[in-house]
C-alpha cells in the first residue's frame, strides 16, 4: 500500500496531450519526447529538470523515504507485464508511490475471470486488451505519473528504456532470457518475476551482479550522549544512562563534540565491540590521546551494502536460502519451488492450466514435480506432499484477489528498493502458500465448476458453497482510511456482501484531504472534502453493482451506541478494524468480544505493518495482550535540561497545550459562568486551583491581546521567555563547573 500525485494541473499546461498515455508508445519513450521537447515530466519542475515534489500530497511518503529516495522513484521509468489481478495491484502501487512512468503491457484479451482480480476492469471490458483496459483508471490515481500500454510481444529492445521490469504472467524460458538481458544491460535491470496460482505465490528478484543497498533498514541512525571515555586500549565509552543504547557489536560510529579527547572529533568511524546497555568499546587505542574532559555525541555511520544476486538461470537449479515467512513451514519452500516448475512444464506441453478438480490433470502435476525432484541434487526432497501438490494443480489458474492483492504489495515495494537502494530488498526466491484458508470439509470436484460468473476463479478453489456464503455475508468495517480502501476493493471483487442477503457497513467520521490521495486509492482530488466512507462506498459499488453497502459517518464509540445497537451487532457475521488509534481498536475489541464476533485487526506503521485475526472461543482477542508503556523522561528534565529529540518535542507539546488549550479553555469555563467557577475553585483549594486562577487573570489582565499587534509584541516576550531569560537562568544557577554531592561534573 504506497502513495500519489505531483503539481496540480500539471496535465493541463503546455502541450498536454503530447504527455498524455498512448496505447502502443511506451510511458518511457513519452517522457523522453517530453523531455527532449524541453517539458519537465512528472509533475512541477525546480528549474533544473527536476520534480519539486508535493509535500501536501507525498508527506507521509516523505516522512519514511526521505527526499533522496522519493527524487529517484520521481525519475524512474516501470514496465508491470501482464494486467491479471496481480498486475493491476502492482502497477497501482507503484502510481501511488508517484513514480516517473509505469507501462503496462498484455497481449490476452479481458475475459469473466479477470473480473475477480483485476478491480480495474468490469463487464464492459470483456474482449478488450488487459493493459489498454486499464491505462484510463490508473491515469487517475495519479495524473503526475505517465500511463501508457503496449499490447505487442515485448522484446529485449523494448526493456532497455527501464529502471525496473516486472513480470506476472511469463513462461520460464522467456523469462530466462530477458533476466539475461536485463543483468547484462549497462547499467543492469532490475528483474521481478512474480506469480499467484490460487492460494500459492512467489516472487524472483535479480536487480544485477551487483547492487548498492543504500540505507538497509530505513531507521534513523542511533545516537548516544557520552558520558566518559577511557584512556585504554580498547577505549571503552560510556553514555549517560537515561537511556539504552541500541549500538550493536560491528557498527560503527563516528564521535562529535568531544572535550579533551578531541582526537576523536576526526570524523574516521570506528567500529563498535562489547556493546553494552549503557556501554560499549570501540576498536582505538586512546592511551595516547588526550584525557576526556566533557561533552560528545556519538552517531551511528550506516554504511551501503552491495549485494550479489545470481542470476534466474542459476537460481532456477540452486535456489539458496528461501526467505521464509512462517517458520511452521520450513520445509514448505523446495517443494513449492518445485511446483512452480512443473506449473512451467504443463502449461509449456498442453497450453493450459490443470483443469479444478481434474484428477487425471493432477496427478500428471505430481508426475511432473517428481521429475523435476529426481532431477535435483541438493535440493532433493525425500518425500513430496501429493495432496498439496493436487491443491496447487486445481487451482493454479485462478488469480484470487487477496493473493495478489498481498503480493502486489511486497512487488511494489521491491520495485521501490530497486530504484532508490532504500530498503534491503527481497534477495531472490520468496514462496507464500495459504492453504489454511480452505474450507474445513472436503470439497466435491462438481462444486469447483465454472458458473460463468465473475467469481469463478474463487469458485474454482473454494467451491461455490463457500462463495454463496461470503455474498451473504454482514460485514461490518470501520474506518475507511488507507486500509479501509484496500479492504473495500478487496471485498468487492470477492463478492462479500454481494448476494440477495448480504450487507456491508462501513463508518468513517473523517473527511478527504489531499494528503489521503497517496495511499487511499479510492478517492480522487475532486472528493477533497467530502465523506471518506460514502466515497469510498460509491467506488467500491462501481468496481462490483452488486455490492450491497450502507456507508454512516458515526464514530464507532459508547455515544453511538444507538446507532450500533444489540440489533445490530447481533446480525454481524465478521468486524473488521481499519482504523488508527489504540482507544478504537479497544473499544470495537470490547464490543467483539461481548457479542462473539470474529475481528480482523491490522494496522500500518511506514513500511511495518501487523495482522491479528480474532476468533471466538479460539484466539485471545486485541485487549488481552499490551504494548508495554513508553519509557517517558522526568518532567523536571523535559522542562529544565531537555538533552534529546524526545525531550525537546514533550516539552513543546506541554508548552503548546498549556498556553493554546488549557489557558484557554479555564478562561472560557470563567467568562461563561463567573460565579460558578469560582465556586469551584473555593471548594478545590489547592495550588493547583491557584495557578488556574493567575493563568486566568493573566489573560484577561496583564497579558490580554486587543488587536493583532499585541498578538505580536506578546509571541515576541514569550519567545524572549523561552529561549533567552530561562537559558540565563539556568546557566545562572548551574554554571559551567558546576559539579554534583560527588564531585562528578554537573
Given at each position: 500500500m504506497l502513495p500519489t500525485k505531483r503539481a496540480d494541473g500539471a496535465e493541463d499546461?503546455?502541450?498536454?496531450?503530447?504527455?498524455?498515455?498512448?496505447?502502443?508508445?511506451?510511458?518511457?519513450?513519452?517522457?523522453?519526447?517530453?523531455?527532449?521537447?524541453?517539458?519537465?515530466?512528472?509533475g512541477g519542475s525546480n528549474g533544473n529538470g527536476v520534480a519539486e515534489i508535493d509535500e501536501d500530497l507525498h508527506s507521509r511518503q516523505l516522512a519514511v523515504y526521505g527526499r533522496e529516495t522519493m527524487r529517484l522513484l520521481f525519475a524512474s521509468n516501470v514496465l508491470v507485464s501482464g494486467l491479471n489481478g496481480l498486475g493491476a495491484e502492482t502497477a497501482k502501487n507503484l502510481a501511488l508511490a508517484g513514480v516517473k512512468s509505469v507501462t503496462l503491457h498484455d497481449v490476452e484479451n479481458v475475459d469473466m475471470w479477470d473480473l475477480s482480480g483485476n478491480f480495474f476492469l468490469s463487464e464492459d471490458d470483456i474482449g478488450k486488451n488487459r493493459a489498454a483496459a486499464c491505462v484510463e483508471k490508473l491515469q487517475e490515481l495519479n495524473n503526475a505519473v505517465l500511463?501508457?500500454?503496449?499490447?505487442?510481444?515485448?522484446?529485449?529492445?523494448?526493456?532497455?528504456?527501464?529502471?525496473?521490469?516486472?513480470?506476472?504472467n511469463l513462461s520460464l524460458d522467456k523469462a530466462v532470457e530477458f533476466n539475461d538481458y536485463c543483468r547484462s544491460h549497462q547499467p543492469p535491470i532490475p528483474f521481478i518475476k512474480t506469480e499467484v496460482c490460487g492460494l500459492f505465490g512467489s516472487v524472483f528478484c535479480d536487480f544485477g551482479p551487483e547492487f548498492t543497498?543504500?540505507?538497509?533498514?530505513?531507521?534513523?541512525p542511533h545516537t548516544g550522549i557520552i558520558a566518559s571515555i577511557s584512556n585504554d586500549n580498547p577505549a571503552m565509552v560510556s553514555c549517560v544512562d537515561d537511556e539504552r543504547l541500541e549500538f550493536q557489536d560491528g557498527d560503527l560510529v563516528v564521535f562529535t563534540e568531544v572535550s579533551g579527547m578531541t582526537e576523536l572529533n576526526d570524523g574516521k568511524p570506528r567500529k563498535i565491540v562489547d556493546a553494552r546497555p549503557f556501554s560499549f568499546c570501540i576498536e582505538e587505542d586512546t592511551r595516547n590521546f588526550g584525557i576526556y574532559a566533557k561533552g560528545g555525541i556519538v552517531t551511528q555511520v550506516k554504511e551501503p551494502m552491495i549485494l550479489e544476486f545470481k542470476s534466474l538461470r542459476e537460481c532456477i537449479k540452486e535456489p539458496g536460502n528461501f526467505l521464509l515467512s512462517d517458520f511452521s513451514k520450513y520445509q514448505r519452500p523446495p517443494l513449492l519451488h518445485f511446483a512452480f516448475l512443473a506449473l512451467d512444464n504443463?502449461?509449456?506441453?498442453?497450453g493450459r492450466f490443470p483443469v479444478a478438480g481434474c484428477d487425471q490433470d493432477a496427478r500428471k502435476f505430481v508426475e511432473f514435480t517428481a521429475s523435476i525432484n529426481e532431477?535435483?541434487?541438493?535440493?532433493?526432497?525425500?518425500?513430496?506432499?501429493?495432496?498439496?501438490?493436487?491443491?496447487?494443480?486445481?487451482g493454479s489458474r485462478a488469480v484470487l484477489n487477496p493473493m495478489a492483492a498481498m503480493f502486489?504489495?511486497?512487488?511494489?515495494?521491491?520495485?521501490?528498493k530497486a530504484c532508490s537502494g532504500k530498503f534491503h530488498p527481497q534477495y531472490q526466491f520468496f514462496y507464500f502458500d495459504s492453504l489454511e484458508s480452505l474450507p474445513t470439509y472436503a470439497l466435491d470436484p462438481k462444486d469447483l465448476k465454472p458458473l460463468n460468473s465473475r467469481y469463478d476463479a474463487q469458485i474454482s478453489v473454494f467451491g461455490s458453497k463457500l462463495q454463496k456464503k461470503m455474498r451473504d455475508s454482514n460485514i461490518f468495517v470501520?474506518?475507511?482510511?488507507?486500509?479501509?480502501?484496500?479492504?473495500?476493493?478487496n471485498f468487492a471483487l470477492m463478492g462479500v456482501s454481494c448476494g440477495r442477503k448480504g450487507k456491508l457497513t462501513i463508518t468513517d467520521d473523517d473527511v478527504i484531504e489531499k494528503s489521503n490521495l497517496s495511499r487511499q486509492f479510492l478517492f480522487r482530488d475532486w472528493n477533497i472534502g467530502q465523506a471518506k466512507s460514502t466515497v469510498a462506498a460509491t467506488a467500491a459499488s462501481a468496481i462490483n453493482s452488486s455490492l450491497h453497502i450502507d456507508a454512516l459517518q458515526n464514530r464507532a464509540c459508547p455515544e453511538t451506541e444507538h446507532v450500533f445497537n444489540d440489533a445490530f451487532w447481533e446480525g454481524l457475521d465478521a468486524v473488521i478494524n481499519a482504523l488508527d488509534n489504540v482507544n478504537a481498536r479497544m473499544y470495537m475489541d470490547m464490543r467483539c468480544l461481548y457479542f462473539q464476533k470474529p475481528l480482523l485487526e491490522s494496522g500500518t506503521l511506514g513500511p511495518k505493518c501487523n495482522t491479528q485475526m480474532v476468533i471466538p472461543h479460539l484466539t485471545e482477542n486485541y485487549g488481552a495482550s499490551r504494548d508495554p508503556p513508553e519509557k517517558q523522561a522526568p518532567m523536571c528534565t523535559v522542562h529544565s535540561f531537555p538533552h534529546n529529540i524526545d525531550h525537546c518535542l514533550t516539552w513543546a507539546r506541554s508548552e503548546f497545550e498549556g498556553l493554546l488549550e488549557k489557558t484557554p479553555n479555564e478562561v472560557n469555563s470563567f467568562m461563561s459562568n463567573p460565579a460558578e467557577y469560582a465556586a469551584a475553585m473555593r471548594k478545590a483549594g489547592d495550588a493547583q486551583a491557584r495557578e488556574l486562577l493567575e493563568r486566568v487573570r493573566e489573560c484577561l489582565d496583564k497579558e490580554r491581546c486587543y488587536k493583532f499587534e499585541d498578538c505580536i509584541a506578546w509571541a515576541r516576550l514569550k519567545f524572549e521567555d523561552y529561549f533567552s531569560n530561562r537559558v540565563k537562568q539556568l546557566t545562572f544557577t548551574f554554571p559551567e563547573d558546576?559539579?554534583?554531592?560527588?564531585g562528578a561534573p554537573f
Open positions: 499546461s503546455g502541450d498536454a496531450a503530447a504527455k498524455k498515455a498512448r496505447v502502443g508508445e511506451s510511458a518511457a519513450e513519452a517522457g523522453s519526447e517530453a523531455m527532449v521537447a524541453g517539458e519537465p515530466v512528472g500511463v501508457s500500454a503496449v499490447t505487442e510481444e515485448l522484446t529485449t529492445e523494448h526493456l532497455s528504456k527501464f529502471q525496473a521490469v516486472v513480470f506476472t543497498v543504500l540505507d538497509v533498514d530505513g531507521e534513523d504443463f502449461r509449456k506441453k498442453f532431477a535435483a541434487i541438493d535440493y532433493k526432497m525425500d518425500e513430496l506432499d501429493e495432496k498439496l501438490l493436487q491443491h496447487f494443480a486445481s502486489g504489495g511486497i512487488v511494489g515495494q521491491e520495485v521501490v470501520v474506518g475507511s482510511g488507507a486500509l479501509g480502501c484496500e479492504f473495500l476493493k558546576a559539579a554534583t554531592s560527588t
